[in-house]
Nanobody, 129 residues
Framework: QVQLVESGGGLVQPGGSLRLSCAASGSIFSIYAMGWYRQAPGKQRELVASITSGGSTNYADSVKGRFTISRDTAENTLYLQMNSLAPEDTAVYYC???????????????????????WGKGTLVTVSS
């Protein structure tokens, strides 16, 4: 089993910064990508940023130039540096892991094209004056 634990959320004023962390623990065989999603009240969950095992990154247009995703591969920890925060960034931020937990899972993914992904419980970011 795998666990994802997010931390670093909180209340920040507009223009401020926060750094989110996501620690992945458990038996992980192969990581393909990790990412941050967010869900604001009354809205659907949306991708904020992602990073592949090769280091390629992808950002939502709304956060480009303000947020930076990074990963400590040795510690299986994901980060999101958020700068110039605005009230519309207020949301619960979730960590996502696209990975295989065993060689059998990798074989299934290879054969079917489908794999599993895993979610943390989220951390609340509130941007308000």
């Amino acid at each position: 089993q795998v666990q994802l634990v997010e931390s670093g959320g909180g209340l920040v004023q507009p223009g401020g910064s926060l750094r989110l962390s996501c620690a992945a623990s458990g038996s992980i065989f192969s990581i393909y990508a990790m990412g941050w999603y967010r869900q604001a009240p009354g809205k659907q969950r949306e991708l904020v940023a992602s990073i592949t095992s090769g280091g390629s990154t992808n950002y939502a247009d709304s956060v480009k130039g303000r947020f930076t995703i990074s990963r400590d591969t040795a510690e299986n920890t994901l980060y999101l540096q958020m700068n110039s925060l605005a009230p519309e960034d207020t949301a619960v931020y979730y960590c996502n892991l696209d990975a295989d937990l065993s060689p059998i899972a990798t074989l299934k993914r290879t054969r079917t094209g489908y794999g599993m992904d895993y979610w943390g419980k989220g951390t609340l970011v509130t941007v308000s004056s």
